[in-house]
């Protein structure tokens, strides 16, 4: 499996990444906001009138119904869940928990993500808030109502190994699609879990050039531009010299030949032994390397993991 995954990234000779990451934009709409915590909680945007929306989040997340205009209400249920600037928000401590019983965080929705920890834990669900709930499971993972985070400050260039979450093939993409993919291995910095394996990233299809005529290969211009950290901030992420390089000994390790390896272009990926003129198939699961664009500091938790 470890030869195959390497493989199937050596034969993508063609695929290009670009080297500067894009930031997503913040929401800052009383609906984007709302969308944006609907679909954390539930995966999707649910509809109706905003009013009973808000009412909804705020019953299963605080468990009381708040005063102000909807944009205040929604503001705090928001910041809440998100808001790292006083202190560890509620996904930020659900992700710490989720790893400390799981080794790994999920991608899911917060609903998934609880019921399915709590019936690992107690072979039952509980009732109450999310909150309430998500305090219950950080007790049982760390014997203390308090989540064990602390800032730390994460350099530039830090490499992360991730894995696709979808099949990559040229001859479905077009510009502008998006590519998923997780964090496949912790990234542990001075004994700080900073990224957790299954954390999400997002990437933006640039360019595709389909296979032509006269042996010229499908080329597909990827950027990996934003992976979510271990406290779920949003790290601007891209392929440098650093992560290429890891690459390489990557395929190295895997036993392909040096020989059989190149590094087109400025900003090009390690690509080995390929019949030319052919498309780009990267199977769900493929390997790759990515590395921190900017210094970020982050909430990370304590691990005796190297």
Known sequence: ?????IMSTALCAALFVTQVGMASAAEETVQGKLAAVETETWGAEQTGAFLDRINHLEKDYLGKHNKGSMLDRVN???????????GPGLLTQLNAVEW?????????????????????????????TYKKRIQDLGTAAFGGYSVP??????????????????????????????????????VVQGGMLVFAKG?????????????????????????????KAMDG???KTFVGEESKQEMKSYAMAAGAS????????????????????????????TELFIQTQDESILYAIPTTEK
């Open 149 to 186: 985070l602390e800032q730390v400050t994460v350099p530039k260039n830090t490499v992360l190994k991730i894995a696709l979450t979808q099949e990559v093939n040229a001859k479905n993409l077009k510009a502008g699609d998006t590519i998923r993919y997780k964090v496949a291995e912790d």
């Open 199 to 227: 954390q999400p990233g997002v990437g933006t299809v640039k360019k595709v050039t389909q296979a032509r005529n006269f042996g010229r290969d499908a080329e597909i211009d990827v950027d990996f531009h934003t992976t």
């Open 1 to 5: 499996m470890f030869l195959k995954k």
């Open 100 to 128: 400390g019983l799981m080794h790994e965080v999920s991608p899911k929705a917060v609903d998934k993500r609880v019921t399915e920890m709590e019936m690992a834990v107690a072979g039952k669900t509980s009732a109450g």
């Open 76 to 86: 705090i249920v928001y910041d809440d869940i998100y808001d790292n600037t006083t």
């Open 233 to 235: 901030t949003e790290v």
């Open 258 to 285: 040096v020989a059989g390896m190149l590094i087109l272009g400025p900003i090009g990926i390690i690509g080995g032994a390929f019949v030319k003129g052919k498309n780009i198939e990267l199977p769900e699961g």
